[in-house]
């Protein structure tokens, strides 16, 4: 059970004034609203719930358990992190990892560790939210779940404000997701590197094709 002090930090670190940037990143959302397949509620959830339990975020979620493991063998820690780089499918994907990965490092660094030192460069947003979780040993099953629950809130929040889809769809879709939220954090706590997989190719797609789009409010 994480303690209180433990909560506290993923609080902070994963909330969305924490200045990591997250807000200016729609991992592919922008497309997807642009040639209206999100363009609702429904498909809001669908487009979220997606990513969630078949594309890009499980994987994360699997890499962040491995770094939570690796904290203390830099190798393995660059090797996860390359792995992490190699499925990234779009250029500006890649951007938003690193650049989120480099920020949350460097903003945790007002809690002393060691690690920081030790991490890859670059480093992948989830690669370092794993490793300094551990170097701080907070539980991993309370980091995935708040990793998970942050960037679902930070995806919905963009159909909020780019749909616009509102408030109370935003917070029905939060509600309604919570349980697969659940279930993800649990098996990508248990996942092996062998059970890293994605086919939410049409997510992969709008990543690729957001730097075409005339009109961009987001940076991915």
């Known amino acids: 059970m994480s303690s209180q002090s433990d909560l506290q930090k993923l609080l902070t670190w994963l909330s969305p004034a924490f200045p990591v940037g997250a807000f200016a990143w729609s991992a592919g959302m922008e497309s ?27 994987t994360d ?16 820690l660059q090797e996860l992190a390359d792995l992490c780089l190699a499925l990234t499918p779009a250029r500006e994907r890649h951007e938003e990892t690193t650049i989120t990965g480099a920020s949350f490092a460097a903003a945790t660094r007002a809690w002393p560790t060691p690690l920081p030192a030790q991490l890859p460069q670059p480093c992948p947003y989830p690669i370092a939210v794993g490793a300094i979780a551990a170097s701080h040993t907070i539980a991993l099953d309370a980091t995935l779940l708040s990793y998970l629950t942050a960037t679902v809130h930070g ?66």
Request: hydrophobic share 50%; with cysteine; proline share 3%.
């Open 61 to 76: 979620a699997i890499l962040l358990a491995q770094a939570y493991r690796a904290a203390n063998d830099p190798a393995d």
């Open 32 to 58: 997807a609203i642009a040639n209206r397949t999100v363009h609702d509620r429904e498909t809001t959830q669908q487009w979220v719930g997606g990513v969630l339990t078949h594309g890009g975020l499980r």
């Open 155 to 220: 995806q919905v929040s963009v159909a909020v404000r780019l749909v616009p889809i509102g408030q109370s769809d935003g917070l029905t879709i939060m509600a309604a997701l919570e349980p697969a939220i659940a279930a993800t954090a649990f098996l990508c706590q248990h996942a092996a590197r062998d059970d890293i997989g994605a086919v939410a190719y049409a997510v992969d797609i709008a990543q690729m094709s957001h730097e075409t789009l005339t009109t961009r409010i987001f940076r991915s």
